[in-house]
């Protein structure tokens, strides 16, 4: 099979091989034929939404190996593809020393969190451009949505429940950081323990400011994500998937045109 993918039109032994599998599996996708029609599409979809697989009829790696064909389930990586060109383009305002600087540690930290094929790494650098488009981690600002007037900074976040806040001074303490604009108290337990090695972000929480652990988190973040984010997208729904991030519609514009712009420039890769 080419490139570890067998889709709608292929046909021959690898498919013939796919249908036994599938009916193996009780999912009949009709004649054993070697034809990669319809029905095998219906029931690769089938299987793949009782797997908890990305949905879209493809059979990719992931696919396969969960239907005992071959032993890998790793995606082909976009990383490869990847430079300090393409992504300067992607960022068409941004300084490219920040992006020289910071992108190697980003594309490893997508690497060892095994979300480096193409939509992912996509998604990755898209996010980047919506909530820190100079390419360096950075604190989150004072705003009429954390602060209230007149009041402590980042007190409006101090009792957020949805962040796991406990009161002053957790707003401040946990306030955004990094590449992806970690926030609360929640989300700094979560994801400390998860680094390698584990990072106390609730004593130190600075450190999730850090370019490498920021690298890090904001890897960790997306593959938590993967599938919600990935059906979102196999739907064109860019919206959702920003808001699956972000929770809400910040930065959009700059997430759809970064994301609009490198799907041009970076080959195609795996994403069943």
Known sequence: MQNGMLQQGDNGGDIETLQQALTKHGFSPGAIDGMYGQGTVAAVIAFQKSEGLLPDGVAGP????ALGIVDSNELPSAIPAVSVEIVSQMFP????GNIKTNLPSMLSALVTNKVDDKS???????TVRAEVECFEPISE???RFNTS????????YDNRKDLGNQGAPDGAQFKGRGFIQLTGRLNYAKYGPKLTPPVDLIKNPDLAGDPAIAANLLALFLADKELAIKNALLVGNMATARQLVNGGSNGLDRFEDAYKRGAAL????LDT
């Open 141 to 143: 600002g004072q705003s």
């Open 62 to 65: 992931r696919t396969l190996s």
């Open 266 to 269: 970076i080959p195609d890769s």
């Open 149 to 156: 007037p007149s009041g402590r900074p980042f007190d409006l």
């Open 93 to 96: 305002i941004t300084p490219i």
């Open 120 to 126: 992912m790494v996509l998604m990755a650098l898209s």
